[in-house]
Every structure is written in structure tokens, then in C-alpha cells.
């Protein structure tokens, strides 16, 4: 095995000080930087992949079970594809795989219970089956979530992200400066019953954040509509209003939640 530093190749073996050879880096020549393996069971692309300590084999499964450790995500593989077009969207169980452990990937499927992803957002490992999830702000590992060495890096139209995952350990968080959050939109009527016509303004006391909000009952993110105070939201139907308010420099609100009913 060579040994790269400034000087060119090191060999440990010609090495004449009295030191054991330690603490020699490992350059990377390109990125992303990938591992190989076995797939332990049917593993989709884009999910977290970790491996038994124990047993000493690189036999990838989805999630993170107690005991074992992240390796990285499993990474579309076109070459293998192109060899075996039925593979779909997953590695067979028995066959070899590639995990990604470092770099910049892109996520189409993650976990729509959580944030949807916005730049900057922490990323997190569901441990059930590894599906990546996005938060903005909160601690969601009491929920069976583990927080990744990873951020958003750039959001993808019309969704997912491109998410840059770090080392030295996947299951150490990114240091992230504290901010504060922007204040959380409120209704004006609140919400419950109204007459037909009623105009709902919303409103958040940070200076310059701007509200996005919904009116079918989904999470509210940087894709959906801007409010406006001159344009209204008309309540002529039971609906439910759902909004969220952005400013840079801070966290996204918390999301509001408004239903009406027509009187």
C-alpha cells in the first residue's frame, strides 16, 4: 500500500526514523468517495445503509438498528444497471452495491411526514428503513430519527434536494450556529366559523419574513404560494389554512394551522 503526502509516495517500510509511522493522511482523488459491499437485503437507492460491527463483513442494510454503524447511502449504480435493466430502484439482496460516504447527492425520495427540504435544513436518517428526512430547527430523534453529518445544499424542482454529506462520522451533527425562528404566522378572523366572502389576512411579527401558505391541507414550503395583504385569502367553503413564514438570517417558523367553516 502507498502512502501519498507532499513529497510524493511513502513506503513505511523504508522508513528510517526510530517513530512508529502513524497519523498518515489518506488523500481523496475525487469525490464522491464510495465503498463497496453486499446488500444484506433489497436495498432502494438513497437510503441510509449501515453494516454489523460485529461480524467484521460489509453487509449493507437499510436503517440503523442498535448496535450497528452508518456507512453511507446507497448510491444509483448505472453501471450495474445497465447490466441488469431489471434491478428497478434497488440493489437485490445477495448482490454486490456501492454506498456513497461522502460528498454531494440527489435525493428525489425522502420522508413527507417531515420538513419538506429547504437549503440549509439538518438531514436525518429514519431508523426504521433509512429514508432520509429534512428538519428545520427541532430534535426529532426521540422519534425513532438519527441526525445525520449532512445539510440541504440546493432544493430541486419540483422536489428534492441536493444534500452534501460529511465525514468523520455520519451520526455526528453539524455544528450549526444558533438563531432565532421567525415568529409564527397568525389568522386574522381566527379560525372556526365565518360567513361566505369572509377575506383572511395572515400576519408574523419578524420584519421581512415572508408567509407561504396552503389551502389543501399539506405542509406549506418555499414552493407553495406567497401571501400578500393585498390579496386575500376569500373563505367561501370549509377549508384549511396552513402557513409557515421564512427571513433570512433566521429558522422558518413553526407551521400555523387555521380551519373554517362556512356558517
Same mark, same amino acid.
Request: glycine share 10%; with cysteine; net charge negative.
Given at each position: 500500500?502507498?502512502?501519498?503526502?507532499?513529497?510524493?509516495?511513502?513506503?513505511?517500510?523504508?522508513?528510517?526514523?526510530?517513530?512508529?509511522?502513524?497519523?498518515?493522511?489518506?488523500?481523496?482523488?475525487?469525490?464522491?468517495?464510495?465503498?463497496?459491499?453486499?446488500?444484506?437485503?433489497?436495498?432502494?437507492?438513497?437510503?441510509?445503509?449501515?453494516?454489523?460491527?460485529?461480524?467484521?463483513?460489509?453487509?449493507?442494510?437499510?436503517?440503523?438498528?442498535?448496535?450497528?454503524?452508518?456507512?453511507?447511502?446507497?448510491?444509483?449504480?448505472?453501471?450495474?444497471?445497465?447490466?441488469?435493466?431489471?434491478?428497478?430502484?434497488?440493489?437485490?439482496?445477495?448482490?454486490?452495491?456501492?454506498?456513497?460516504?461522502?460528498?454531494?447527492?440527489?435525493?428525489?425520495?425522502?420522508?413527507?411526514?417531515?420538513?419538506?427540504?429547504?437549503?440549509?435544513?439538518?438531514?436525518?436518517?429514519?431508523?426504521?428503513?433509512?429514508?432520509?428526512?429534512?428538519?428545520?430547527?427541532?430534535?426529532?430523534?426521540?422519534?425513532?430519527?438519527?441526525?445525520?453529518?449532512?445539510?440541504?445544499?440546493?432544493?430541486?424542482?419540483?422536489?428534492?434536494?441536493?444534500?452534501?454529506?460529511?465525514?468523520? #462520522?455520519?451520526?455526528?451533527?453539524?455544528?450549526?450556529?444558533?438563531?432565532?425562528?421567525?415568529?409564527?404566522?397568525?389568522?386574522?378572523?381566527?379560525?372556526?366559523?365565518?360567513? #361566505?366572502?369572509?377575506?383572511?389576512?395572515?400576519?408574523?411579527?419578524?420584519?421581512?419574513?415572508?408567509?407561504?401558505?396552503?389551502?389543501?391541507?399539506?405542509?406549506?414550503?418555499?414552493? #407553495?404560494?406567497?401571501?400578500?395583504?393585498?390579496?386575500?385569502?376569500?373563505?367561501?367553503?370549509?377549508?384549511?389554512?396552513?402557513?409557515?413564514?421564512?427571513?433570512?438570517?433566521?429558522?422558518? #417558523?413553526?407551521?400555523?394551522?387555521?380551519?373554517?367553516?362556512?356558517?
Amino acid at each position: 500500500m502507498e502512502y501519498y503526502g507532499n513529497m510524493g509516495p511513502f513506503d513505511p517500510v523504508s522508513f528510517k526514523g526510530n517513530a512508529p509511522v502513524n497519523g498518515v493522511p489518506v488523500f481523496v482523488d475525487k469525490l464522491p468517495l464510495t465503498i463497496g459491499g453486499i446488500a444484506g437485503e433489497n436495498v432502494k437507492f438513497g437510503r441510509v445503509v449501515s453494516i454489523d460491527p460485529a461480524t467484521n463483513r460489509r453487509e449493507f442494510k437499510m436503517g440503523m438498528d442498535s448496535g450497528r454503524v452508518i456507512k453511507g447511502i446507497a448510491m444509483l449504480d448505472p453501471t450495474i444497471m445497465r447490466a441488469d435493466p431489471a434491478q428497478q430502484d434497488y440493489y437485490f439482496a445477495g448482490r454486490p452495491m456501492t454506498a456513497t460516504t461522502v460528498g454531494i447527492i440527489e435525493i428525489r425520495e425522502y420522508d413527507t411526514t417531515k420538513n419538506a427540504p429547504m437549503e440549509g435544513s439538518t438531514v436525518w436518517c429514519r431508523n426504521s428503513d433509512g429514508m432520509l428526512a429534512f428538519n428545520n430547527g427541532t430534535d426529532i430523534s426521540a422519534s425513532g430519527y438519527t441526525k445525520l453529518n449532512a445539510w440541504v445544499y440546493e432544493t430541486l424542482d419540483p422536489n428534492g434536494a441536493k444534500v452534501a454529506f460529511g465525514l468523520p #462520522s455520519f451520526t455526528v451533527a453539524q455544528t450549526r450556529e444558533s438563531v432565532s425562528q421567525v415568529a409564527t404566522p397568525t389568522a386574522s378572523p381566527a379560525a372556526g366559523e365565518v360567513t #361566505s366572502g369572509t377575506e383572511v389576512t395572515l400576519s408574523t411579527t419578524t420584519p421581512g419574513a415572508t408567509i407561504f401558505y396552503t389551502l389543501d391541507g399539506s405542509t406549506p414550503s418555499p414552493a #407553495s404560494p406567497v401571501f400578500k395583504a393585498d390579496n386575500p385569502i376569500v373563505i367561501t367553503a370549509g377549508v384549511t389554512v396552513k402557513a409557515m413564514a421564512i427571513a433570512e438570517g433566521y429558522d422558518p #417558523s413553526s407551521v400555523l394551522t387555521a380551519a373554517y367553516t362556512v356558517a
